[in-house]
Structure formats: C-alpha cells, structure tokens
C-alpha cells in the first residue's frame, strides 16, 4: 500500500468537509529558497493546485476555494503582478479540459473588473463553459479581499433598498461571493503563517482551521489527506456543549 493509500484508509468518507478553503502561501520563499525568481515559485505552486483539485474532487468534496490573488497583492511589484497575471491565463487556458472532463464547475470571487482582459477572457470563458458542471465547484478567489466582499454586500443591500428589519444572516450570505455554496468546514494555511489575511472572513466564522508548515508547491496530496485527517478529528460544537454535541450525535445515528 502507498503512503498515499495508507492515509485515505485512515479518512472517514462521510464525514469530509463539504466546503474547503485554502490560503496558498510559501510560493515565493520556495523559489527564493533554490535561488530562483518568485515566479518559479508560483509556477511549481500551480502544479499543487492541480493535484489538490484533482483530490478534492476524486474524494467528493462539493466546493473547494482558493486564495490565489489578494486585493492587497495588487502592490506587489509590477513584474510579479504581471507574471501572476500570466499564469494564471496559462492554468485557465492550459486546465479547461481537466475542468470540463471533470464535471467541474469554475467560480471566482473577488473584484474581477480588475483583471486584465488577459486573465479575465479566458476566466468569463471557463466559468461561462462550466456553468452546468455539478461534480465540484472550484472558486478562485481572484483580487479578493474579505473586508472589500463585506463592504460589497452591504452596498449591494443598500441599493435593493433592504430595511434594518428585514436583514438577517441568510439575506446577507445572499449577496456574498459565496452565495450557495455550502459553508466554509475547512481553511487550511501553508507556509507557517498563523492569520488569515482578509480570507473569507464570513464564512471562517466557524470553520476549522489548520495550520501547516509546508510551502504551498511542496504541498500534495499526502500533506492535504492529513489535513483532512486532522480535520475529522476536531469536534464541532458550534457553542454547545461536548455533551450535547453527542447526544444530538446519538440522536441522529
Ligand atoms: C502565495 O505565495 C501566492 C500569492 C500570494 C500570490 P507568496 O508569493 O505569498 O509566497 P511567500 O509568502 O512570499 O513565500
Ligand atoms: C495571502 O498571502 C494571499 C494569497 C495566498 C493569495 P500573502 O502572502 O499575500 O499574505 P501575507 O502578506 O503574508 O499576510
Ligand atoms: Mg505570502
């Protein structure tokens, strides 16, 4: 049995997160490590991307999201910028098959106006292809800022004219991003740093989360099973009491 194998032996398959987030960071100390330009880093970090796609969707996790470009990341220096800007055209172009062949459908949330046409052709084609696509959605989380979607939303509700009075949790999640996708189970963060950097700060509410060392390209499949091993092993009481949360367990078996 592989390693990989032996790991997914391990996974309890009805109790897999239905939404995963992923804040994918280290590609630039990975390159900068091998004496490389940043840019080798983000390349290598898009081959994880494809494998924990791929994964997400063989395991049957129903959204997986990624933080691949931040509102903030815009004041990079303008030949990263530019060089993110192009491989990212290179995934969208390059991954349309794999997406399709897999009954995925392609999201993406953030300030998308923002985008180069470069990026933004290819992307409305995608997401326009896999509208139908029900297997798994992957979000790309594109010239996203958490605090930026909030301020949106609430513009957004403004101008449908919502009273104080009508406003409750389910209205607002409406005019997220992430309307209708199920809720945030799981935020996993590479590179050792322990914030969320203005991810999905909604919808991490009550989302575990986990930790890892691993630099973004260097994280695959094995390193994914056991964040979602780590994952199961977390209890969600959601405020309540351990043992409510067992006998509501109890109750439902
Ligand atoms: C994450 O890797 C990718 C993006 C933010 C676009 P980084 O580029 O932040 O890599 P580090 O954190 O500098 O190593
Ligand atoms: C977060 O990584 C954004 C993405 C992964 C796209 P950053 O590297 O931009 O975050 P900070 O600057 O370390 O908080
Ligand atoms: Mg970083």
């Known amino acids: 049995m592989s390693a990989l194998d032996s790991l997914l032996s391990q996974l309890d398959p009805k109790r897999l997160p239905r939404h995963v987030g992923i804040i994918m960071d280290g590609n630039g ?63 969208l172009v390059g991954e349309r098959d794999e997406i399709m062949d897999n ?21 409305d084609a995608l997401m326009a292809e896999s509208a139908g696509n029900r297997s798994m959605t992957l979000s790309l989380a594109l010239s996203y800022g958490g605090r930026d979607e909030l301020l949106m939303a609430c513009r957004a509700l403004l101008a449908q004219g919502c009273a104080p009075g009508e406003l409750d949790e389910a209205r607002f999640e409406q005019c997220l991003y992430t309307a209708g996708l199920p809720p945030l189970d799981l935020v996993i963060r590479t590179s050792g740093e322990l914030r969320l950097s203005n991810f999905l700060l909604w919808q991490s509410a009550y989302a575990e989360l986990h930790f890892t060392e691993a630099l973004w390209p260097d994280f695959r499949e094995e390193a994914f099973v056991r964040a979602l091993i780590d994952y199961q092993a977390r209890e969600r009481r959601l405020g309540l009491t351990s043992a409510q949360v067992h006998s509501t367990a109890m109750k439902l078996a």
């Open 103 to 123: 009954d995925i459908r392609l999201s993406a949330l953030g300030d998308l106006d923002k985008l180069p046409r470069l990026v933004r052709e290819p992307l």
């Open 29 to 91: 100390r990975w390159a900068e490590a091998r004496g490389q330009d940043r840019l080798v880093g983000h390349r290598e970090g898009s081959r994880s991307v494809r494998a924990i796609t791929r994964l997400s969707r063989r395991l049957g996790i129903r959204a997986l999201t990624l933080y691949a470009f931040s509102s903030q990341n815009w004041q990079r220096p303008a030949e990263e910028v530019a060089g993110l800007m192009a491989l990212l055209r290179e995934y």
